[in-house]
Every structure is written in structure tokens, then in C-alpha cells.
């Protein structure tokens, strides 16, 4: 199984930028597709940006489209997530996303990811 682990959430200032980091251990994600999503207070998950195997394919949600980065480090077994202009919307607990092994292509869709990290919050004042 893998295990994912989210880094980089905080408290900032609208227009401030963040960078989330999803390090993963027990298996490599060399071989699949990755995932951002977020669950703000009161709703429910949502999409934000996936990337495929090797990083030649990102697609992202229309919200975080221009401001949001999704890449890759196969080496380092990360997954990144540049947030920049941020805006009190995006205030959520964000979460990384694996899928299976042989999985490469980015999908936006919560049920192809078998595997989830524990979420890092982001919160963002006006």
C-alpha cells in the first residue's frame, strides 16, 4: 500500500502564495497518477488537479485554473501543489490522492484514487 503524507498547509493572507507537498512511502507512485482535492467546512470534497504518471499531462479544476500548479518528483516520491493568489475560497483541508499502481492516467474523478493522505489545512484570511 502507499502511504501519503501532506505538508505545507498554514494560515495566510489572501494573495499570499503556499506550496503543499505529498510525500509518499511503502511503494513508489513512479508508476501512477496523482490528485489534489479539497473539503471545505460544510461541503463536500472536490476536485482540484491531478497529473499522470510522469507529469506530461495536468488538468485542473476551473476554480484553480491560473493559479494552481500540480507537479511531480518520481525521484523524491513527491507530488507537489503550488497554490498562488489564494483567496478565502480556498480555505479547506486539502488532500493527496494515489492511484493503483499501473494507474497513469490523471483523472478527476475521487473514486479512481484507492489511495488518500490525512489532509493539511489551508486557511486563508482576507
Known amino acids: 500500500q502507499v502511504q501519503l503524507v501532506e505538508s505545507g498547509g498554514g494560515l495566510v493572507q489572501a494573495g499570499e502564495s503556499l506550496r503543499l507537498a505529498c510525500a509518499a512511502s511503502?511503494?513508489?507512485?513512479?508508476?501512477?497518477?496523482m490528485g489534489w482535492f479539497r473539503q471545505a467546512p460544510g461541503k463536500e470534497r472536490e476536485f482540484v488537479a491531478t497529473i499522470a504518471w510522469n507529469g506530461g499531462f495536468t488538468y485542473y479544476a476551473d476554480s484553480v485554473k491560473g493559479r494552481f500548479a500540480i507537479s511531480r518528483d518520481n525521484s523524491k516520491n513527491t507530488v507537489y501543489l503550488q497554490i498562488n493568489s489564494l483567496k478565502p475560497e480556498d480555505t479547506a483541508v486539502y488532500y493527496c490522492?494515489?492511484?493503483?499502481?499501473?494507474?497513469?492516467?490523471?483523472?478527476?474523478?475521487?473514486?479512481?484514487?484507492?489511495?488518500w493522505g490525512q489532509g493539511t489545512q489551508v486557511t486563508v484570511s482576507s
Open positions: 511503502r511503494r513508489s507512485i513512479g508508476s501512477r497518477a
Open positions: 490522492a494515489a492511484r493503483s499502481s499501473g494507474s497513469y492516467s490523471a483523472t478527476s474523478r475521487a473514486n479512481d484514487y484507492d489511495y
